[in-house]
Nanobody, 127 residues
Framework: EVQLVESGGGLVQAGGSLRLSCEAS????????IGWFRQAPGKEREGVSS????????YYADSVKGRFTISIDDAQNTIYLQMNSLKPEDKATYYC????????????????????WGQGTQVTVSS
C-alpha cells in the first residue's frame, strides 16, 4: 500500500525558510513520478516541483524557481522540499504525491494525474 505523510509546515516570516518532508512507503522512487503541489484557499491545486518517472526530469513552477529545491533521500524513503526566501504568496497547504504512470510525456508537472496523495501540511508566511 502506497502511503505518503507530509510534515514540516508551519508559520515563518517572509524571507525565511522551511523544509517540508514527505515520508513514503509502499513503492520505489525509481518507478514513480513524485511531486509537491500546493493549494491556497479559494484557488486550484497547482504544481510546485516534481520529478518525472523514467528520466528524472525535474520541474519547478516559475514562481518558485531559484527559491525551492526538491530532493529525494532513498535511504530515508523521504522526499524533501527546501523552501527559501519565502513570500506571503507561498502560503498554502502543501501536498506530496506519487504516481507510477506519469513521465515527461504525461504531464507529471500537474496534479491531475497523480494517484496517491498525502494529507497535506500547512505553510503560512507572514509579511
Amino acid at each position: 500500500e502506497v502511503q505518503l505523510v507530509e510534515s514540516g509546515g508551519g508559520l515563518v516570516q517572509a524571507g525565511g525558510s522551511l523544509r517540508l518532508s514527505c515520508e513514503a512507503s509502499g513503492f520505489t522512487f525509481d518507478d514513480y513520478a513524485i511531486g509537491w503541489f500546493r493549494q491556497a484557499p479559494g484557488k486550484e491545486r497547482e504544481g510546485v516541483s516534481s520529478i518525472a518517472n523514467s528520466d528524472d526530469n525535474t520541474y519547478y513552477a516559475d514562481s518558485v524557481k531559484g527559491r525551492f529545491t526538491i530532493s529525494i533521500d532513498d535511504a530515508q524513503n523521504t522526499i524533501y522540499l527546501q523552501m527559501n526566501s519565502l513570500k506571503p504568496e507561498d502560503k498554502a497547504t502543501y501536498y506530496c504525491a506519487a504516481d507510477p504512470t506519469l513521465d515527461s510525456y504525461n504531464n507529471y508537472e500537474t496534479p491531475h494525474g497523480y494517484e496517491y496523495w498525502g494529507q497535506g501540511t500547512q505553510v503560512t508566511v507572514s509579511s
